[in-house]
């Protein structure tokens, strides 16, 4: 499968930033979608994931403020972020779970980087 993410970039402290990430197959194969961030130095840790059956699970440090969707063909994933905070900057990564095929598993997109300025 491949993975497209789009979206990063330079935001103020307060500002806004929508993160994209498309995947080259169907959603009736894909369990979940989400995203990770990492810095550098530090391990890769949940964002925000979206369940096929509509359930969501966001970090509590973006609580409120981020909000994952997904498209209606179920295969495009969002992530909405609204009161940026410094803290926030770090690579993005897209992900999505597959449940068939030789892509089964835990798939990645490439990083996208995120840079909040105070």
């Known amino acids: 499968v491949q993975l497209q993410a789009s979206g990063g970039g330079l935001a103020q402290a307060g500002g806004s930033l929508t993160l994209s990430c498309s995947a080259s197959i169907s959603m009736i194969s894909i369990n979940a979608m989400g995203w990770y961030r990492q810095g550098p130095g530090v391990h890769r840790d949940l964002v925000a994931i979206e369940y096929s059956d509509g359930r969501a699970n966001y970090a509590d440090s973006v609580k409120g403020r981020f909000t994952i969707s997904r498209d209606s063909a179920g295969n495009t994933v969002y992530l909405q972020m609204d009161g940026l905070k410094p803290e926030d900057t770090s690579v993005y990564y897209c992900?999505?779970?597959?449940?068939?095929?030789?892509?089964?598993?835990?798939?990645w997109g490439q990083g996208t980087l995120v840079t909040v300025s105070s």
């Open positions: 992900y999505v779970d597959i449940n068939r095929g030789i892509s089964r598993g835990p798939n």
